[in-house]
């Protein structure tokens, strides 16, 4: 079965994240793909759905919270919804400006699905007057733009004529030293070249070899348990992970127990929640820089 590609629109509030989001859609429209999109407002009402046109597109509204913390459990289950009925072939994602990437990495990638998702990136939009004068900004707000250019894949820096040149090049360069990984291009109402957004692939298979230099950008890595395995392998596995996975969540069964645990591991703590049914051994990882192929060998070894 083909993946759903999926696409993070990602960026604080008023940055230009729904005039992109429109600006594919109307690529998907010429495409002919089935498209979905679910987006986040903290409020109540949403007032973006009727940036979603055509008939041929699934909307999802996620409201009263941040899709990383307070509505996490239903965004898994209109997701999962999603994928069995809609089928897809691709999903936009927009966040709202108050999500972290990590986080929502984290609430998307559910071990029950997470196999039939491809992530193709996470795209980030930045108001240039804003970046300019973040420093304004309470410690807190100034820290998620920062973490929301740190992992994108593809940052559009918008109302470039609002900018001087001289301003233009700073922004270019402090940005770039935070995450020189990605593309960065400086536009207005997020023009973007569509064609560059789609060449966008997010796998760990982007390391580059030749420099022995990773990037910095969020990758995840499905791995599937076929047996159960030794607990106190996994607990020694989970010790010498590099500190740069920041989650790992899924099911695991283990030889002394008839039945898989839920198990969830954040900021170096693991979390066991013993299931009262058989599922699917999927754990999701979600890390920066990392060899997933070491990880997976690792893996296979706790299952001989």
Known sequence: ???????????????????LLKRLLEDEQRLGRKTAVMMNELGKVSIDSDAVEGEDVSLKELLGGCICCSIQDKLEAQLQGLLLDEKPEVIYIETTGA???VEVLDAILSPLFADKLLIKGI?????????MERKSLSPQLQQLILEQVRHADFIIINKMDELKESEQAKIIFEIQSINSNARCLL????????????????SFEKEKKESQRVTINLTTFVYQFKTAISHAEFENFLKHLPDTIYRIKG???FDHSDLPFL???SYGM???????????????????GINWNGIETQLKNLEK
Do not use: C
């Open 1 to 19: 079965m083909k993946k759903a590609e999926v696409y993070i629109l990602s960026g604080f509030l008023g940055s230009g994240k729904t005039t």
């Open 99 to 101: 999500a972290h990437p």
């Open 123 to 131: 795209l980030t939009t930045v108001d240039g007057k804003r970046w």
């Open 187 to 202: 536009t207005n109402y997020s023009q973007v070249s569509i064609e560059q957004l789609r060449k966008l692939s997010v």
């Open 251 to 253: 099911y695991v069964k």
């Open 263 to 265: 198990f969830q591991f």
């Open 270 to 288: 693991p979390i066991y929640l013993k299931e009262d049914m058989n599922m699917r051994l999927n754990l999701v990882f979600i890390g920066e």
